[in-house]
Nanobody, 124 residues
Framework: QVELVESGGGSVQAGGSLRLSCAAS????????VGWFRQVPGKEREGVAR????????YYAVTAKGRFTISRDKGKKTVYLQMNSLNPEDTAMYYC?????????????????WGQGTQVTVSS
């Protein structure tokens, strides 16, 4: 049973930073990719960043490139999302998820396991 637990969300002012963590347990060897997604009520879940656990190679959505950094600590089975220069449009529930490959892009249906989410609120 794979369990993903996100933490690190909170409220910050525009221009501030947060670091989200995604701790995994029961991680299956076939799951090779961890992604961060976000969702605002009434809108579709959108991908932010994803990373190959083995190589650390990362992909970013346009909205995240240059501001967010995804990284991992394999020993701790934790993936991080460092978010800098936050703006109110980044306000959302942030989720981490695992997929068998990062080649799936940010297709939500291809990410099999999901955490419960952590709320990020950015005020102007």
């Amino acid at each position: 049973q794979v369990e993903l637990v996100e933490s690190g969300g909170g409220s910050v002012q525009a221009g501030g930073s947060l670091r989200l963590s995604c701790a995994a347990s029961g991680y299956p060897y076939t799951s090779n990719c961890v992604g961060w997604f976000r969702q605002v009520p009434g809108k579709e879940r959108e991908g932010v960043a994803r990373l190959y656990i083995g190589s650390g190679f990362a992909y970013y959505a346009v909205t995240a490139k240059g501001r967010f950094t995804i990284s991992r600590d394999k020993g701790k089975k934790t993936v991080y999302l460092q978010m800098n220069s936050l703006n109110p449009e980044d306000t959302a529930m942030y989720y981490c998820a695992v997929a068998s490959s990062c080649a799936v892009g940010f297709r939500v249906d291809d990410f099999r396991y999901w955490g419960q989410g952590t709320q990020v609120t950015v005020s102007s």
